[in-house]
């Protein structure tokens, strides 16, 4: 059982005169969803909504303010009244963003008594993938490009394979940030065909800590002698909302 199911427990078997006591979690969220940021507290006994205070900081920053049945909330946050009668202070937030990631500090107050706790949010964003190229020219130098976009932390691992083998001479781009603050990279492989080549399987696997399993995506290479229509298609398939790579 977590800690948050041994919380509720607590305050029924409380004992009045109790100290004010105070708990909180560490929380994660995906870019764009919500999220919850978990405060509960312990008085050892009912509580009295007119005599609770619960103020909670970003940075220093007023979020959220629960003072004695007042409610002031930044844009995007709130306490739920209901849960605080059970001893649940936690911060409910809309619309995560990358800027949201950081340290914040849950201040209850109850009578004379005052407790804080700091707790950290965690903002994932999940990486995609794009391969414009699958096709190549018989005795020419091809690049295939694996794009990556839209994750969040910088850190990922992309890598090229051909018939289920690494391809270790492939390389990266470095890494490019966005407006949001998620990143792209792109892996490029480059080699000259033959004929031979032709029916190879290629794929571009994507490890990250937003995603529950490795992405990937594969093509069976084409290899003709004749240019110009693939090229042209190749041109066109690039995802409309990346700038530029």
Known sequence: ??????LIPLLILGVDGDPLTIYTLPSSSTLGSAALLKCR???????????????WYFSDQSMAQYDRGKETFAPGVSISK???????????MENVQISDKGQYKCVVGYGAEQQQSETTLRVLAAPRLFIPRREARTDTATSFPCHVWGFYPQDVTVTWLRDRRVLTNATHSAPQRNPDGTFN??????FTPTASDS?????????????????????VL?????SGLWEGRILESRPPFIAAW
């Open 185 to 190: 990279l792109t892996l490029t492989y480059t």
């Open 1 to 6: 059982m977590g800690l948050g199911g041994l």
């Open 199 to 219: 029916g190879s399987i290629f794929s571009c696997h994507v490890s990250h800590v937003a995603l529950v399993q490795p992405l990937r995506e594969e093509f």
């Open 41 to 55: 507290f312990n008085i050892g006994g009912p509580i009295n909504l007119t005599a609770l205070q619960v103020h």
């Open 82 to 92: 209901q849960e605080l009668l059970m001893g649940n202070a936690s911060l409910g």
């Open 222 to 226: 084409a290899v003709t002698g004749e």
